[in-house]
């Protein structure tokens, strides 16, 4: 099987997590640019589960935002069309990916949502410190980086199965074993999906080169920080040694963010527990 065939039969799976229809039409509606924001809080509050849940992320404080807001309208207001679309995104993404809870050894959906949430956490924090704007773009990317990956899992087991025995045995990471044994990697999948769901290329981007960064992405401040924030969180988060492997970093990168690389080790710890509340919040912790 080719990419391409993968591909295909990606197209063709019929019950692969669509984003709900409410996540499609505000990518939509964002894309003319006569939405009004009176229009855009209405397509949102027809879907009256996911209005609290909106507003309380979006008061969140590892999503960016501290405050005191009450409507939909109210939050597009004040934090803008692509905040809320961010938002909108981010809980409808996780909803459709984690009810499937069924595991195989090499992976555990709860596992890969902390991994996420983590990255997600980090991609913020790096972007404050380096005064990078907005963060809640570094938030959702950092969340839905690694999306390829769940779809691998979920329908292509076979090719899973062949990547994990291969990381296993030659020790080698996720993406280089899927290099090595597969036609098409955890990135590829998961920009395809992105693209059909209609969500902004930046973010597309993201989930297409983080392994390996392309100079002609849509924003490279966004790419850069979520790549070094997954790798910062490989390597803290495994629940041994923590050590940094400068090699892993793209130059590019590592040189952008040598500050706060030169510093993970005093300011991680400090995260970990900001990485905890977002997991409870998205209700996807590690018992
Ligand atoms: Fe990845
Ligand atoms: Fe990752």
């Known amino acids: 099987m080719d990419s391409k065939t993968i591909l295909k039969k990606l197209d063709r799976i019929d019950d692969l997590p669509t984003l709900p229809s409410i996540a499609m039409e505000v990518n939509k509606m964002l894309r003319d640019y006569d939405t009004s924001i009176s229009k855009l809080a209405q397509t949102i509050e027809k879907d009256q589960a996911m209005v609290p849940r909106i507003l309380k992320l979006v008061n969140s404080a590892f999503f960016g935002f501290q405050s005191e807001i009450s409507s939909i309208s109210h939050a597009v207001i004040l934090l803008g069309f692509n905040t809320v679309r961010n938002a909108v995104v981010s809980i409808s993404i996780i909803d459709a990916f984690s009810g499937d809870k069924k595991s195989l050894e090499g992976f555990d959906i709860t596992k890969f949502w ?7 956490v980090i991609s913020r924090y790096l972007a404050e410190k380096a005064r990078l704007q907005p963060l809640d773009d570094f938030f959702t990317g950092g969340l839905l980086h690694d999306i390829g990956k769940v779809v691998l899992f979920q329908h292509f087991q076979d090719l899973f199965k062949k990547v994990w025995i291969s990381v296993r045995e030659n020790n080698l990471s996720f993406y280089d074993a899927e290099k090595k044994e597969i036609p098409i990697t955890h990135a590829r999948i998961g920009a395809y999906l992105a693209k059909k769901w209609r969500i902004p290329g930046s973010l597309v981007d993201v989930i297409q080169y983080h392994h390996a960064l392309s100079k002609n992405a849509n924003n490279f401040n966004l790419l850069m920080t979520v790549h070094v924030a997954d790798i910062i969180a490989n390597s803290f ?14 130059p590019d990168a590592a040189s952008a963010m040598k500050p706060q690389l030169k510093t993970v080790s005093d300011w991680f710890p400090d995260l970990s527990t900001e990485i905890e509340s977002a997991c409870q919040f998205f209700n996807v912790c590690e018992k």
């Open 114 to 120: 902390n991994h996420s949430v983590a990255v997600a």
């Open 237 to 250: 988060m495994s629940g041994q040694e923590s050590k940094l492997d400068f090699s892993l970093i793209h």
